[in-house]
Antibody, heavy 125, light 110 residues
Framework: QLQLQESGPGLVKPSETLSLTCTVS??????????WGWIRQPPGKGLEWIGG???????YQNPSLKSRITLSVDTSNNHFSLKLSSVTAADTAVYYC?????????????????WGQGTLVTVSS | QSVLTQPPSASGTPGLRVTISCSGS????????VNWYQQLPGAAPKLLIY???QRPSGVPDRFSGSKSGTSASLAISGLQSEDEADYYC???????????FGGGTKLTVL
């Protein structure tokens, strides 16, 4: 059974860079049928798509965050990562990694079929 | 402000039927399919409905989805206490070139 697990610091100082890794087990990142995404949820609020990456390194990013986002994938170790620079209190949220099924035509009609448990990242000095 | 609009809350009594609406535009729901996610308290979202009306294996047939034009709906029949959760609609947005979510609807089972 596929499992995704986020890891990274739970506390980041303002203006610094948030770094998270999602480790995938029970399945391979190296697949054309999926892309690997990040979604966040501020406390008490709704979901916001951050971006996603394919096994070959191609990325999609939310335009509102694009200038601050770096996405990477490590197929050898079956994990993918997110870096968000110049964080502020507004970036405080639970960060989820998720697998997006794109084995449909067109791929945009896909869906997030498996999610990690989420990790709370607080931006505070 | 979410791109897709959902009512913030909904409620129903056990055994009855409740519907949750999701309104979008021509760049998202109007031209792409809709997915629904259920988020139980303290848990990660879980896929509930994909491609407008398809249920993943394991999701009871009490849950159903539909889409018409730039709106979509989630219906839950035979309401149960364990259905208390937040429900989110989502769709690809051609302008954003990425998925967008509704603001979520908190369902209370009275």
């Amino acid at each position: 059974q596929l499992q995704l697990q986020e890891s990274g610091p739970g506390l980041v100082k303002p203006s610094e860079t948030l770094s998270l890794t999602c480790t995938v087990s029970g399945g391979s990142i190296n697949s054309r049928s999926y892309y690997w995404g990040w979604i966040r949820q501020p406390p008490g609020k709704g979901l916001e798509w951050i971006g996603g990456i394919y096994y070959n390194g191609f990325t999609y990013q939310n335009p509102s965050l694009k200038s601050r986002i770096t996405l990477s994938v490590d197929t050898s170790n079956n994990h993918f990562s997110l870096k968000l620079s110049s964080v502020t209190a507004a970036d405080t949220a639970v960060y989820y990694c998720a697998r997006r099924n794109i084995d449909v035509v067109p791929a945009a009609m896909g869906w997030f079929d498996s999610w990690g448990q989420g990790t709370l990242v607080t931006v505070s000095s | 402000q979410s791109v897709l609009t959902q009512p913030p809350s909904a409620s129903g009594t056990p055994g009855l039927r409740v519907t949750i609406s999701c309104s979008g535009s021509s760049s998202n729901i109007g031209s792409n399919t809709v997915n629904w996610y259920q988020q139980l308290p303290g848990a990660a979202p879980k896929l509930l409905i994909y491609t407008n009306d398809q249920r993943p294996s394991g999701v009871p047939d009490r849950f159903s989805g539909s889409k018409s034009g730039t709106s979509a709906s989630l219906a839950i029949s035979g309401l149960q206490s364990e259905d208390e959760a937040d429900y989110y609609c989502a769709a690809w947005d051609d302008s954003l070139n990425g998925p967008v979510f509704g603001g979520g609807t908190k369902l209370t089972v009275l």
